[in-house]
């Protein structure tokens, strides 16, 4: 199987823009340019954790140091890294 997909929700968006409001990630979320959900499921949204890298990387570029450190720093497990993990141990077709 390939590398696993890394998801994220709204709330990885939100600690990895620096800890924004939840309104303020609703609004970027809404925006035109930002990536399309990978997902929508009944807790909310998730998008591809690299597209939404990609987005912060050529949007917020004073941002981009903060990276997968801050992101991982929580320490608590969320909905789109659990789900994140269960894909990755999906087993593939056949």
């Keep these: 199987m390939d590398k696993a997909a ?3 929700g709204a709330h990885e968006i939100r600690v990895r823009l620096g800890g924004i409001s ?8 809404s925006r035109a340019d930002f990536p399309r959900p990978a997902a929508v ?5 998730v998008w591809f954790g690299d597209q939404v890298e990609a987005w912060i ?6 941002q981009d140091d903060l990276g997968e450190a801050e992101s991982r720093s929580s320490g608590s497990a969320t909905r789109a890294g659990v789900f994140s993990e269960l894909l ?3 087993p593939g077709p056949g």
């Design 6 to 8: 890394r998801l994220m």
């Design 57 to 62: 990387g050529t949007r917020r570029p004073h």
């Design 88 to 90: 990755r141990d999906e």
């Design 41 to 45: 499921l009944q807790q909310g949204k």
């Design 22 to 29: 939840r309104q303020r990630v609703y609004q970027l979320t």
